[in-house]
């Protein structure tokens, strides 16, 4: 009988020793289980687990910190959705004004034409005569000096200091530019009172000019007159 109690008590020794045992490994797993799983998952496991565990001040500050994410959060998408949005508006085009509507129609056709918002950009007077002498001219473009097979756009026979060809005649490098230029010599002579087809014979043959219109002036003066007609009056 002593033996048998005594076996018995070494039983039951050795199953305590093995639930200490088991406690022992298992406390560690809590713990990383507690901080690893999802929250409802954890409390809905720990009545299994049997453990029981009091919140902590880190849990109190950790749902508070969420909460103010939440709320900022939602600030913030409400902010960002009261932004009005507006489509993207594409630049409109500048429509012509008369003066250039009539300088298309009259020159229309010719190389000349591309010039008309430049030259529909000066003052009626230096308008007239751009489109006027550029007609006695060269056509109107149809027939303008080049440099190395280059168009110069110089529809006057302007000459100047502007990248000259060999024959001294200015050679422009955009047609904005040949009517700047030239529009703004005849700007200055129309400002010294030469602002008449007659007085401005001077362009075709300088000083030594008549103004009075005499032989080869005349004609000059005649044609030149007849487009400053249709554009200025």
């Given amino acids: 009988m002593k033996k048998g109690k005594n076996k018995k008590k070494k039983k039951n020794s050795a199953s305590q020793n093995k639930k200490h045992y088991l406690d022992f490994l298992s406390k560690p797993l809590v713990i990383q289980a507690r901080y690893y799983f999802p929250s409802f998952l954890w409390y809905g496991a720990r009545e299994k687990i049997k453990v029981k565990r009091l919140s902590t001040p880190e849990d109190f500050l950790f749902g508070f910190l969420v909460a103010i994410s939440l709320a900022f959060s939602f600030l913030c998408f409400r902010s960002v959705a009261g932004i009005p949005v507006s489509s993207p508006s594409l630049a409109q ?127 000059w003066v005649r044609d030149v007159g007849f487009y400053y007609g249709k554009m200025y009056n």
């Fill in 93 to 219: 085009p500048k429509s012509p004004n008369a003066l250039e509507k009539n300088i298309r129609k009259l020159v229309k056709g010719y190389p000349i034409a591309e010039m008309a918002p430049y030259i529909a950009g000066k003052n009626k007077r230096v308008a007239a005569f751009l489109v006027a002498i550029a007609k006695k001219e060269s056509n109107w473009g149809v027939y303008s000096p080049k440099k190395r097979g280059k168009n110069c756009f110089n529809y006057w026979g302007y000459r100047g200091q502007e990248n000259p060809t060999l024959s001294g005649y200015s050679c422009f490098s955009s047609p904005r530019q040949a009517v700047n230029v030239v529009g703004k010599r005849l700007r200055e002579l129309v400002a010294s009172n030469v602002d008449t087809p007659r007085e401005m014979v001077l362009w075709k043959c300088g000083s030594a000019c008549s103004r009075r219109g005499a032989r080869g002036e005349a004609k």
